[in-house]
Structures are given as C-alpha cells and as structure tokens.
C-alpha cells in the first residue's frame, strides 16, 4: 500500500477517511503537528494531506514545504471558513480538496504525484493467502486462484462488484509473487484524459515509431518494471494508450531517455466489474490487450456469498483500526457479530469495513456490544426490510429485533439454547423477549 500523511484531521472525521483511504490503496498515518509529518517524512517519503480545519492548516503546511521542496501536499478545505482554500492558493498550494473525500475524487489527484513518491511493494504478507480472509469455499477458489496465478505468466482479471475488494486480492497477488522491493502501481484510467493518462503512464507522448516504447524515469510504467501495474477503469483507456501499453507488456522492455534499454516483466493485473466483457464486446478493449489481460481469471464473489468470512473479517478490521488509531484493542461480542453476519451489506465489504472503523471509534468500551452495532445501524440496512418500518424510533427497534430473533431462531431450527448462544443472552432473556415482541418458534421447530 502506498503511504500518506495526513496532518490535522478532525477525529470525528478519520473513520470515514481511513476507510475511503484504505480502499483507494493508502496506508494513512495520522499526524497532529508539523514536527511530526517532519519526523515521518524523513523515514519513508510520502504524500501529505493538510486539512485546514487543524488551527496551524497553512502554517504547517508552509513549514512542510520548505523543509521537503519535492514533497506533494494536498490541502483539505474548511467548509466554515471558505477564505483558507483562498489564502492556501495565494501562497500557492494548487490543490484543494472540499470535503467529504471521496475516493473517485481523491485518487486521481494523489496518482498525479505518484512518479514523485518512490513507494516499494508490500513485503510478502505474514498472513496467509496474501492477506485475504478466506473462510469461504468462494473464497478458498480465489486463494487457490491466487496460488496458481504465480506459476503463469501474463496478467490477471480480478473480476467482481465494486467493494468486494477486488484490489485487495491485487495486492495479495503482488505480496505472494513480486519481489519485496518491487512496486504495486496503481492507475485509474477513468479519470484521466487520453493524453494526461499517457503522459502519467509513459512520462512522454510519442508516435511509436522507435523500436521499442519510450518512457521516461519518472513514469508509472519505469516504476512498474519488475512488479505489478494495477489498472482500473480499464475500458476507459484510450485506443492509442492501449497500444502503446501492450507493446511494453509484450517486449517487456523500454528505452529511457539517457539510460538506454529497461527490461524485465510487468505483470499487468486489472479489477473490472462483471459488464467488462460488454466493453470487450463493444470494442472498448482492444482484443490484444485483452488477451494480455486475461491469461487468468479471478472472481470475487460479493459478500453476500461468503458470510462465512464475515466474523475473521470484522476481527481483522477491529485490529487493523485500533492499531492505526492507536488506542489499546478492542473486541466484538457474540451478539453484535451475529448481528453483523445477518446484514445485507449492499456495498459489499467496503460497507462493512466503514461500519466497523465507526463502531471502532465511536464504542467507547473495550468490548463492541449488540447496543453499539443497533446506535449506528440505518434501519434500511437491516435484515428483512426493518426499515420499512413506520413509527417512533422506538417502534422500530421492536420490529427490528422481533424480526432479527425470528431469523436466528430459524437459524437454528428453534433451538432455544443454541439461539440464545448466538444473540449472547441467556435463555431466559431471549424467552422473555419472545413474549414481549411475540415471537414464537417456527413450525416444525
């Protein structure tokens, strides 16, 4: 993942950050003062993000840049005090972003800096599968796809819907077979015109008419040479950056300026979406890049299809955001992890990795209980249309757990003892709750 600092974000704002950041591909670290973005900078070279909200916004920022001339910072705007984003470009800080940050917003601003920022691969994962849950059977043929992906040549299709964390399973690929010091290079192609997106990929735009491509030492392609180059929004490349690119993936070389020839293999792995074979179709992709491509397939079922992945993932997250936040870890009841397990989860696991890094920093007890899960539940997320519910929030929530403890029951077949067990309450509790909301054993319990 590629590093980035963010001085400055209010915390009641980093939950939602973290998880948009963390899907772009970021590891964000939070800094509160200039002397620490300072400290972190000489460690890891890095992006850095200045909200204006923090009280020193412009001055931190001021102070950033002239102690690092070629770091790339991005200023985030104050919405109360609109006459900063003014004061920031006069001092003549170019990019300021208006919150909330979205990533089809905040990713192409951050790729544009990218040839900037030297960013090694992810080292090999310590967990397993390259770091992927993988409880499922849907999920163990994706980690069994991954292994086989590494005894091929070519690149890859990781297929699915948007949030089933078809970058995750990218990132693994790369962190099971690239070197350690090898680069992930990540590039949306959507937002990108045609000659800016081949002046990011190559560093130079060129009639073709060399031996062999060009590209320039700065470029995403250079950095790519020996690792991986992430592509998504594939179909929106333009013809003419296709061919180019497919002759790079082809050869495996190119001629740097001053440098002479670079060679070596560029395993080109690109997350699409199940209409990707329309845009084929159409004409959208050119076939030879296609066929690069597509050497192997991965699908990625939507989470729906993996429930089984649901309680090691919530497990994950929980971690993974305490330990970014830094604050002393946290654990999640059986209750509201049944709870979360029943979900529909329409967006897929990014829906659930937000959900969690908000229960994360807004439960503020050691133990996540089934009263924090329901405090930052929509009520159209529920199981069973809950949310069509009419009447007083109160009226609600005797809806909603009358029709959760009735799917739990069916669960497990009217087993009293084992429903109980699930929800995290006693049996007598779960009987009185029964007759209060009227709920009784399904037939043939």
Known sequence: MKPLLYLGCPTSRRPGVHAVLCDAGFAVQWVDEAAQAIAALERMPSVVLVDLAAERGIA???EIRNRYLATPIVLVADPSRP?????????????????????????PVLLAFWPAVAVPGPKPHARPNGGIVACSA????????LKQAGTRAGGVLVCGEPGTGRRYVARALHAMHCPPESHLVEVDCAPAAGLELEAMLFGTVT????ATER???G???FQAFGGTLLLLNVADMAARVQRRLVRVLRDGEATVAGAGKVQGSIRAVACVDPAFDVAVEEGRVRPDLFKRLAVTRIDVPPLRSRREDIPDLVARFVQDDCVQAQIPAKTISQSALTLLTSLPYRNNARELRLLV?????????????LEDVLRHLRLDAAPSGAGRHAGTLRDARAHFEQQYIGEVLDRYH????????????????????????????????
């Open 219 to 221: 470029s995403l392609l």
């Open 207 to 210: 009639d073709g008419a060399a």
């Open 83 to 107: 006459a900063l984003s003014d004061q920031a470009r006069r001092a003549g800080f170019e990019r300021v972003m208006e919150p909330p940050l979205a990533a089809e917003a905040l990713l």
């Open 215 to 217: 590209v320039a030492r």
């Open 357 to 369: 890094a908000t229960l994360v920093e807004q439960t503020p007890g050691p133990v996540i209980m």
């Open 414 to 445: 009217g087993r009293i003892a084992d429903a109980a067990r699930a929800l995290g309450i006693q049996r007598t509790n779960l009987y009185r709750k029964m007759r209060t909301l009227g709920v009784s054993r399904r037939p043939g319990s």
């Open 138 to 145: 849907a999920m163990k043929e994706v980690a069994e796809h």
């Open 60 to 62: 931190d920022a001021l």
